[in-house]
């Protein structure tokens, strides 16, 4: 990291602490988006953090990315969520998109004027994105979308969105009658309900509804239709890297806080880190904060080169999130009844982590991934 990466990393480590930690219990509990701390996010330039300088972002890589996603998350995913689906939608017009594209809307993403996020998942497919239903149907001048998509992040208080739609439904094979389209909000084009969650509060996962919805031929991400499902997975290796920092980031939290209860809980006249159950329970959590620190940084190295990484970030992602999973529930094992107890933060954790073993690919899948991945290297 160069020093203008540190002094990045270290003014968002002072925002965490001052701003993002104090609130995050309460607006967690009340289920509230925190207007004034994405005002704080866009002063800050984390709407423009991957972003090139040429556009007004800061450019920064892969690595110094990652380590400022743990850091927030460290503290509350909320926040990340919120900037991070954001930074998806910017990097695949970044890399797909037209000049024109770019230079329309690049900078305005960078300072957070406009935010959004990523529209993949539908209610009928997910994992299997290649049967999505949502329609672009070409029109003499541009497009027309019908359809739906579901889970979206920032669903409510984005107003732009990066989606994926069939624009040639008979298509084989399926991907290639998939197109990306850059989507603002209006006429036509509206979020559904907030949907209901069990971690992961504060954060307005919604529907996106597509209704006779028109748009110009240059709202078509790069030039030509048939690319969408390309420029949907071209993004995870970076979404994965990102989804693993959060895993360590909860990981890393789970273990401060229990290593802190340890010292002062007492049992039988002594501490409870005095008792072996407990020791190897946090020696087990910072292994794998560790292991999962260096997986990631393997992959966000590897991604900075600009060489193929599905591999090291499948692992990343893969090890992290189930980081975030086990040492959250061994958080809650240590801190005993009060684990349960939303008086402390761990069960925040514990419903903030499983659902990064869901995004950017499931878990399932990234061993499938990481498996076709290791085949295909081994083969002469
Ligand atoms: C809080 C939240 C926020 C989200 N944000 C966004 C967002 O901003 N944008 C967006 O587009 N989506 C978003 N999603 C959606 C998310 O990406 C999907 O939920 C995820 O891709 C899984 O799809 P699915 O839920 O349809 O599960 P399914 O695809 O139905 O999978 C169900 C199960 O089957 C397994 N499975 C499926 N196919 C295979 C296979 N071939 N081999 C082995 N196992 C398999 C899966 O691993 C899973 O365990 C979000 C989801 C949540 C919960």
């Avoid at 556009?55 to 919120?82: C, D, E, H, Q």
């Avoid at 300072?111 to 329609?135: H, K, M």
Wanted: include cysteine; aromatic fraction near 8%.
């Amino acid at each position: 990291m160069d020093s203008g990466d540190l002094d990045m990393l270290s003014a968002i480590e002072r925002w965490v602490e001052k701003e993002v930690r104090p609130v995050a219990k309460h607006f967690d509990h009340a289920d509230e988006y925190p207007f004034e701390l994405v005002e704080q996010m866009k002063e800050l330039g984390l709407f423009g953090l991957t972003i090139a300088p040429e556009y007004g972002g800061l450019g920064l890589s892969a690595s110094t990315y990652a380590r400022i996603v743990t850091t927030v998350a460290r503290a509350w995913m909320a926040p990340v969520g919120i900037f991070n689906s954001h930074l998806i939608m910017a990097a695949c017009l970044e890399r797909h998109g037209t000049p024109e594209q770019k230079a329309r809307f690049l900078p305005r993403f960078a300072t957070g004027e406009i935010r959004g996020g990523l529209g993949l998942t539908e209610p009928s497919a997910g994992t299997d994105l290649q049967a999505i239903r949502l329609v672009a149907r070409p029109t003499e001048d541009g497009y027309v979308l019908n359809g739906s998509k579901t889970w979206i992040t920032n669903g409510i208080h984005g107003t732009c969105f990066a989606v994926l739609a069939k624009t040639d439904p008979q298509a084989e094979p399926r991907h290639r009658g998939m197109s990306m389209f850059i989507c603002e909000k209006g006429d036509g084009f509206s979020h559904g309900k907030k949907l209901k969650k069990l971690g992961y509060k504060s954060i307005d996962s919604a529907e996106l509804v597509f209704d006779n919805f028109r748009i110009g031929a240059d709202r078509l991400i790069g030039v030509e239709p048939g690319h969408g499902f390309h420029h949907a997975v071209g993004g995870l290796a970076l979404g994965r890297i990102n989804v693993a920092a959060r895993g360590l980031g909860l990981a890393e939290a789970a273990l401060r806080d229990a290593v802190a209860y340890a010292r002062e809980r007492h049992t039988f006249g002594k501490p409870i880190g005095q008792h072996q159950a407990i020791q190897l329970k946090l020696a087990d959590m910072a292994t794998r904060v560790e292991a999962a620190r260096l997986l990631i940084e393997q992959a966000a190295v590897k991604y900075d080169t600009g060489e193929r990484c599905d591999l090291e970030a499948g692992m990343a992602k893969l090890f992290a999130s189930e980081a975030g999973v086990e040492n959250s529930l061994e958080a809650l094992r240590i801190f005993g009844g009060y684990g349960y107890s939303v008086d402390y933060d761990v069960e925040r954790y514990y419903r903030d982590a499983p659902l990064m073993c869901i995004g950017e690919g499931t878990n399932e899948m990234q061993r499938i991934i990481i498996a076709r991945q290791l085949l295909e290297r081994t083969s002469s």
